[in-house]
T-cell receptor, first 114, second 120 residues
Framework: AQSVTQLDSHVSVSEGTPVLLRCNYS??????LFWYVQHPNKGLQLLLK??????LVKGINGFEAEFKKSETSFHLTKPSAHMSDAAEYFC????????????FGSGTRLQVQP | GAVVSQHPSRVICKSGTSVKIECRSL??????MFWYRQFPKQSLMLMAT?????????EQGVEKDKFLINHASLTLSTLTVTSAHPEDSSFYIC????????????????FGPGTRLTVL
């Protein structure tokens, strides 16, 4: 069984300040981990993916995430927030077996203040 | 690359009618496609997994006779909501995994833009 916990349902930052969105996971297998972003009434866009290579993963739009097995965490960061980053962010785990089903976290809404 | 489209983007129908939603992988072949449902301000809930040429696998609690899924080709899956009722109103999102050799697929899913269904 696998699960994902996003520790904050809502994060608010000022434009130009760092972003930290927290995610903890639980998996019986060596997981693949993803961060997706969803803008209002839109589908999901893949930000980045971890698959047991480098523990620091760089994604699009300046985002990156660090896989920490000892802490079972996969937090998403960005050095400087932009207004266009305001959206819903989902941390997702795949069990990498069978039908490759994804388990989604509950989401974190990022608000960026001018 | 890895673009997934959905059609229609928005549909309004009367209670009791059936609605078909198409999901297409535009620039890759998808062995496996997934259908999700998302309620307002909530996360995505997996409804079913479809593999090309075989029957879909439904999640527990999802009525397979109500949500008919067909995955007729490596680029097209359809979801038909039969005899729709107001409680079926939701945002439906599909995703697709790129096919690999040997009938496998990657575990990265590429998502469509979603279909907003409103049943009156």
């Amino acid at each position: 069984a696998q699960s994902v916990t996003q520790l904050d349902s809502h994060v608010s930052v000022s434009e130009g300040t760092p972003v930290l969105l927290r995610c903890n996971y639980s998996s019986s297998y060596s997981p693949s981990l993803f961060w997706y972003v969803q803008h209002p009434n839109k589908g999901l866009q893949l930000l980045l993916k971890y698959t047991s290579a480098a523990t620091l993963v760089k994604g699009i739009n300046g985002f990156e995430a660090e896989f920490k097995k000892s802490e079972t965490s996969f937090h998403l960061t960005k050095p400087s927030a932009h207004m266009s980053d305001a959206a819903e962010y989902f941390c997702v785990v795949s069990d990498r077996t069978g039908r490759r089903a994804l388990t989604f976290g509950s989401g974190t809404r990022l608000q960026v203040q001018p | 690359g890895a673009v997934v489209s959905q059609h229609p983007s928005r549909v309004i129908c009367k209670s009791g009618t059936s609605v078909k939603i198409e999901c297409r992988s535009l620039d890759f072949q998808a062995t496996t496609m997934f259908w999700y449902r998302q309620f307002p301000k909530q996360s995505l809930m997996l409804m079913a997994t479809s593999n090309e040429g075989s029957k879909a696998t439904y999640e527990q609690g999802v009525e397979k006779d109500k949500f008919l899924i067909n995955h007729a080709s490596l680029t097209l899956s359809t979801l038909t909501v039969t005899s729709a009722h107001p409680e079926d109103s939701s945002f439906y999102i599909c995703s697709a995994s790129r096919a690999l050799s040997g009938g496998l697929s990657t575990d990265t899913q590429y998502f469509g833009p979603g279909t907003r269904l409103t049943v009156l």
